[in-house]
């Protein structure tokens, strides 16, 4: 259950945050997921009700927002979603360089949160 | 009623894991010890191949130890054993991957200076291992030819995190319909600058290509430590 860690490290960041900020109770958090990572919205915000169950954190809601799978051209700069490429690899659509990375859709990051 | 704050964070999942893993790979860099993990289904192969590696390293004088991640039993440290490998049984009580304070613990019961690469065989699942970085210097992953070439779809993000796929049991492919076109394409596609593998620990075939790799990422961290004494 790799879930459990994830989940117990996003509340244990978030409740670290609220302190510093003298808040009493968190409200949201924001998490940015990419599609990559394919994370089920559901049994996350079971996981993440279990983890906060007698926490500051208790009954907030989890708000996942997905980013998807974008490459980036090292020589140009540009960037695009991954297509079909039928020759195998991956080149870039607008100078045909091949020296691409992956710029996003697989990050997991806490973006904010609302306390009171 | 106070009003509701949003406080900005901007933090990733699983900092400290990856704070601890960075700060392991440091430490394994200053004592020349290449550190490798290696990740895959239950099966696929990972002990077999180990095994025919670290005899081929023997051979060029690289000396390897083994931490053995995998919970189904204490079978494959036995087999390091019994082939003269030093390994460290974690016991992972069940957990379905490894994490860098796992490797810290069993890094206790080796002298890393003694070895110019450590191995680890991970948990068997292609899932859960991705998300937690272990400290290692390079991750691979095998896919055996049995399993299907279709599994870069299921496993999405396991093909992003690591450096290196190995095709395993390739002396199945005779007769079978695994497309390792479609598969390295699939691979590509998530991972541009995936190396890929096929190899038959059974037969040997393309465990030349693959030891030249692990041997090459041996040389890398003696290197950058011999760099790092020089200035
Ligand atoms: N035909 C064939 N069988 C293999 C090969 N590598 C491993 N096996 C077999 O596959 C089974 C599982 O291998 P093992 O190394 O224990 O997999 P692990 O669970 O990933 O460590 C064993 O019966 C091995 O003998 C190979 O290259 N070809
Ligand atoms: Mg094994
Ligand atoms: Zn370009």
């Known amino acids: 259950m790799h879930e459990l860690p994830i989940l117990r490290s996003i509340v244990g960041v978030a409740l670290r945050h609220a302190v510093e900020a003298g808040a009493s109770r968190v409200l949201a958090v924001d998490v940015k997921v990419g599609e990559l990572r394919g994370l089920d919205a559901a049994w996350i915000q079971s996981y993440f009700d279990f983890v906060t169950e007698g926490t500051p954190a208790a009954g907030a809601s989890l708000r996942l927002k997905e980013s998807k799978a974008l490459f980036r051209c090292r020589s140009c700069g540009a960037t695009f979603p991954p297509g079909p490429h039928a020759g195998g690899d991956v080149a870039c659509p607008h100078c045909s360089s091949k020296h691409v990375e992956l710029a996003s859709g697989n990050e997991l990051l806490i973006e904010s949160i609302d306390v009171v | ?231």
């Open chain 2, 1 to 231: 009623m106070a009003e509701i704050r949003t406080i900005d964070i901007k933090e990733a999942v699983l900092s400290e894991n990856a704070g601890l893993a960075d700060r392991l790979r440091r430490r394994l860099m200053e004592s020349g010890t290449f550190l490798l993990d290696v990740m895959s289904s239950p099966g696929a192969g990972k002990t077999t191949l180990l095994l025919e590696t670290i005899h081929r390293l023997r051979e060029r004088g690289i000396r390897t130890a083994v931490i053995e991640g995998d919970i189904e039993s204490t079978v494959d440290a036995e087999k390091m054993a019994a082939a003269g490998v030093k390994a460290v049984q974690l016991r992972t009580g069940g957990a379905c991957h490894l994490d860098a304070a796992m490797i810290e613990a069993a890094l206790h019961e080796l002298a890393p200076g003694d070895y110019d690469m450590i191995a680890i065989e991970n948990v068997g699942n292609l899932v859960c291992p991705a998300e937690f970085d272990t400290g290692a210097h390079r991750r691979t992953m095998l896919l055996s030819v049995p399993e299907g070439h279709d599994k870069a779809l299921k496993y999405p993000l396991m093909f992003t995190v690591v450096d290196c796929l190995v095709v395993s049991k390739t002396d199945y492919l005779p007769g079978s319909d695994f497309d390792l076109a479609a598969l390295r394409a699939e691979a590509r596609r998530l991972n541009p600058t995936l190396t890929v593998f096929e190899v038959s620990a059974r037969t040997g075939d393309g465990m030349q290509g693959w030891c030249d790799w692990v041997a090459d990422g041996i040389r890398g961290v003696a290197d950058a430590r011999d760099g790092a004494l020089d200035c």
